[in-house]
């Protein structure tokens, strides 16, 4: 009684501390936790609520003090158990949930709650083996619960899974789990549908699909019962993966049947038909009740019956799309004697008369058009077109009755794009198409007038087609007037539907062609990209960010993806423990390998060093400033230091098809998505190198201003930091070597797929030799301190070398130059200058910091020669070693080049030099003269204006922020 009246105080205690953390109100929290503490100094729940009140205040030194203190006593009650997990979780400390959780263990070895606990920490981590252990004590407490048992056999199926071993996964964990499965089936003691699944998921990895059909067919398929038709489809699975075609062919009909729609089951039955009719099998007996079709005539005319069944009030596509598949999947296995499949060409034409005016038509038809010939497939597109009403009489525009009228004309469009007859077109008559489009979208909008805000309108893919179109005009004309129009169209087209994301993903790619990034930042904000989009939309702007020289930006995106995928880990923990404790165990390897496909992110790893990159060259005026945020990084330079990127482990999550474009891509799309991986993968290495060489080289400089430390390292068992610097110069050197060879010519990508990165323009200009001289230039002075400076031959070298400021102010010439250029009398934007300023701008900010650590490491040695030359007794003291003053000389170069580099980015600013950007107006167009579209240009080439005024500012105060930097590097 004394206990319980005990536990209730406690609780009315800490009441007003749980009220205040729920409503947000942390100070609050705290100064009831003191009262609390007041009354009961050894509280340790009213501790630990106080811990976390002042984590969530941002005092995490305090919080962690107290958090050590009561981890260290091993508590044991619940609350305060609970309230030190949520501490932890907070601040990402995972295996401190699991060490807590495990003392308590020990001290309360009978407590269901506490091993419960323990091996949902140890799910957080994926430490499997650990897992089993706990539900094993969990099952032993408890032998009469299930669950406890399967989470058991699911930590060995998941240790089978993460192991290296194939044999060790298939010759002892699997066969583990089978036996602990079956050992309860023979005892008859499985209840739930959840231990059926659990018993078929390690059947079907160990390859068993005889056993697993015997379980589905058999008393414990009863039990799956939460989806319509499982047992008739995984049974078909089951018989396809025996080879047993036959019987996998009768199911399959069966499901079609109930379900004539269902695509996955019409490509499984065509296959199965083309495998038994392969294998000339017959059945044994006359054939009457076999419901298998073992001929390719049984399988078009159940395709027959199937359309003449379906053919009510609302079509299914399903079966017609079937007798093309059909004849696509035999020309593909090699053509059988077949009757009554029909021609492609008549059933593509049937198709359009059925489904024409269906938006997912166009998507359908391309899929079968390879099977006609070209002289065909111009005939299909003729006899499309014919049926359609285009023109009046006298060559005006007929304009669509109906919305089904216009998605038919959409379709014949897209198809004939798709199949290259625009490709033949004249720039002169694309320009036409292209304006023919904008008036049937304008006239198409009517149609939509009622739709939503939220809904996409229904004439936008002319939109999209004329934007398309004009860009084409463009590439082959390159006259940016063409770019400027589709800019303004598409983004009329934005303005009239902003729920269309495809309006905004051009005009993205199209800015950034012109250089500007500005308008870019907006568009991609009202893309309202979250959660996982984060990863397979980021690159859509990641790499025009730095490159177009808006900084700040780059920064604010860079923070909001990394936010993502550090969120994301602790989220897809927590979606693992609810399968777990639900027993939904397939969810548990895609909830692993989304996990782990996030972890080994491209776009993951190059927001984590792109971040850091940019952090060290904004956030720093002076070398202190930069000591500090190395510090604060906690960059570690060795082999496998952070920020580790497994570059063998990285995946490519970018989602490459978000911009339709209805063609057939001139070049191989999957030879450019993987090249563009490739060239992605080594541009991050770059830049993973120069980081981790900056972290090495700030260090270097902080060891050698610090003779304690460095006396102290002598001894160290790890590696010297002068020893890893001069590995890590030697791994970019190599890299680059390799990299020259592949990646030295930019490739042309599609402008609607991947973007370029700027290892081209970094490899053929040569800005790795800043680096690599810079490396050599600080490895060169670490070596002289223990040289005597006077007599020496270092006196002789020239060193440090004015080899960097030299190339730096080589580069300038070749990039500064005018925003506007001017051919043939036509005025282009010339972007290539904002990018390869940014890239100098960039170098010069890394040849800064390590010009600080050339600092850090004479400024001991000038204070000793100082102090010796007072000792010296003679009139005239020794002369000053050269070193010195070429360091003085090198910090003079640098100074020169960064104003001339000032002044080329000033001219970058076009209302500071006055250029007129309406030169780029659309004086040649026909439907420029409606005075929206006047207002829509005239707001597209401010916006184009701002941006570089923004470029400018942005790229001029980082040099500015340079020219402090190296005026504080006085010996």
């Known amino acids: 009684m004394a206990s319980g009246s005990h536990v209730d105080v406690n609780e009315r205690r800490l009441r007003p501390i749980y009220d205040c953390l729920d409503n947000g109100n942390n100070k609050k929290a705290i100064q009831e936790a003191e009262k609390a503490l007041k009354k009961h100094k050894d509280f340790q729940c009213a501790k630990v609520l ?69 091996f949902m920490a140890y799910v957080r981590l994926g430490d499997y083996k650990k897992q089993q252990q706990t539900a094993m004590l969990l099952h032993r407490l408890q032998p009469n619960k299930n669950p406890c048992y399967f989470w058991a056999v699911m930590s060995i199926v998941m240790q089978s899974q993460s ?53 589905v067919t058999g008393p414990l398929g009863e039990k799956l019962t939460s989806e319509t038709f499982y047992k008739e489809r995984k049974a078909a699975e089951l018989f396809s993966k025996m080879n047993n075609w036959p019987e996998a062919n009768a199911k399959f009909k069966f499901l079609l049947k109930e379900n004539p729609d269902h695509w996955q089951y019409w490509k499984d039955y065509i296959s199965s038909c083309i495998k038994i009719a392969k294998s000339n099998w017959q059945p044994q007996d006359d054939g009457n009740n076999c419901e298998t079709d073992y001929t390719i005539d ?138 023919e489009c904008i008036q049937r979208y304008q006239h198409g909008l009517e149609f939509g007038k009622d739709l939503l805000i939220t809904d996409i309108q229904l004439s936008d893919n002319f939109m999209l087609m004329a934007a398309h179109l004009l860009e084409e005009a463009w590439e082959e004309t390159e006259s940016q007037q063409h770019l400027v129009e589709a800019i303004v169209h598409l983004q009329k087209g934005s303005k009239n539907c902003p729920a269309n994301f495809q309006f905004k993903v051009m005009l993205i790619h199209l800015f950034s062609v012109l250089g500007a990034y500005g308008p870019c930042q907006q568009l991609y904000d009202s893309l309202e990209v979250k959660h996982i989009m984060n990863d397979t939309l980021g690159y859509i702007i990641s790499n025009h960010m730095v490159r177009l020289g808006h900084f700040a930006a780059a920064g604010a995106n860079y923070g909001s993806m ?41 776009q993951y790893a190059c927001a984590k060093v792109e971040s850091m990159l940019l952090d060290l060259m904004l956030e720093t005026s002076h070398h202190q400033s930069v000591e500090q945020m190395v510090t604060h990084m906690e960059i570690d330079p060795s082999e496998d230091g952070a920020p580790a990127v497994e570059f063998g482990k990285l995946c490519d999550n970018r989602d490459l098809r978000i911009l339709e474009a209805w063609e057939k891509e001139t070049y191989d799309t999957k030879a450019a998505s993987d090249f563009s991986f490739q060239e992605e993968k080594a541009w991050l290495r770059i830049r993973s190198l120069t980081l981790r060489i900056l972290a090495c080289a700030v260090s270097l400089g902080q060891q050698v201003s610090n003779s304690k430390a460095l006396r102290n390292g002598v001894g160290s068992e790890k590696k010297a930091l002068n020893e890893i610097l001069e590995s890590l110069g030697k791994e970019l050197s190599e890299h680059i070597q390799e990299y020259e060879k592949k990646f030295n010519v930019a490739y042309k990508y599609s402008l609607r797929g991947p973007s370029p990165t700027r290892i ?119 002369p000053q ?64 204006e701002s941006s570089y005024q923004t470029t400018s500012r942005e790229v001029c105060e980082l040099i500015h922020n340079k020219l402090q930097y190296f005026n504080s590097l006085k010996l």
């Open 50 to 118: 106080k811990a976390l009140a002042l984590l969530r205040l941002g005092r995490h030194d305090e919080s962690s003090v107290i958090l050590d203190e009561i981890h260290s006593q091993h508590p044991t009650d619940e609350a305060t158990l609970q309230a030190m997990a949520i501490c932890y979780r907070e601040v990402y400390k995972l295996e401190a949930i699991a060490d807590l959780y495990e003392n308590a263990r020990k001290n309360c070895p009978d407590n269901e709650d506490i091993l419960s606990a323990l």
């Open 163 to 215: 192991s290296d071993d194939e044999k060790l996964a298939k010759g002892m964990f699997l066969p583990l789990a089978e036996r602990m499965v079956k050992k309860y089936v023979d005892e008859k003691k499985i209840n739930a549908e959840e231990e059926v699944q659990m018993y078929l998921i390690i059947l079907n990895l160990m390859g068993k699909w005889k056993e697993a059909y015997e379980v």
């Open 298 to 435: 049984m399988a078009s005319l159940f395709m027959d019956q199937t359309i003449s069944v379906c053919s009510g009030d609302r079509l299914l596509r399903g079966p017609y799309l079937a007798q093309l598949e059909l004849i696509k999947a035999l020309r593909e296995t090699g053509d059988l004697s077949v009757k009554n499949l029909g021609s492609p060409l008549t059933l593509l034409q049937d198709y359009f008369k059925l489904f024409g005016d269906k938006n997912c038509c166009y998507e359908d038809m391309k899929l079968f058009t390879n099977l006609i010939s070209k002289p065909q497939q111009k005939d299909l597109i003729d006899s499309f077109t014919k049926t359609l009403e285009l023109h009046n009489s006298d060559g005006s525009i007929f304009f669509a009755p109906d919305v089904k009228a216009m998605q038919r004309h959409l379709t014949v469009m897209q198809l004939a794009r798709y199949l290259g007859i625009q490709d033949s077109m004249s720039v002169e008559e694309k320009i036409s198409l292209a304006r």
């Open 562 to 602: 990394l936010k993502f995928f550090a969120v994301n880990h602790k989220e897809t923990a927590e979606y693992l423990i609810a399968a777990y404790k639900y027993g939904s165990f397939n969810k548990i390897f895609e909830f692993v390998r989304f996990r782990e496909k996030l972890q080994n992110s491209l």
């Open 760 to 878: 081209a323009k970094y490899l053929s200009d040569g800005h790795h030799q800043v680096i690599c001289s810079m490396i050599e230039t600080i490895l060169h002075l670490f070596k002289m301190q223990s040289e005597d400076l006077e007599g020496s031959e270092n006196e002789k070298q020239e060193s440090p070398s004015q080899k960097v400021p030299e190339i730096l102010a080589g580069l300038l010439v070749k990039y500064k130059g005018s925003l506007l250029f001017e051919t043939d009398g036509k005025k282009s934007i010339n972007a290539a200058v904002i990018e390869n300023l940014s890239l100098l701008a960039e170098t010069m900010s890394h040849s800064a910091i390590l010009t600080g650590v050339c600092h850090r490491i004479l400024k001991p040695l000038k204070t000793s020669w100082n102090k010796r030359c007072r000792k010296m007794k003679a009139e005239t003291p020794p």
């Open 881 to 944: 070693p050269a070193v010195f003053s070429n360091f003085t000389k090198l910090i003079a170069s640098f100074d020169a080049c960064a104003k001339d580099m000032h002044v080329a980015t000033r001219d970058l600013d076009p209302v500071l030099l006055s250029i007129d950007l309406s030169s780029l107006s659309l004086d040649e167009s026909e439907e420029s003269d409606s005075l929206q579209d006047a207002m829509i240009q005239t707001d597209v080439l401010k916006n184009i």
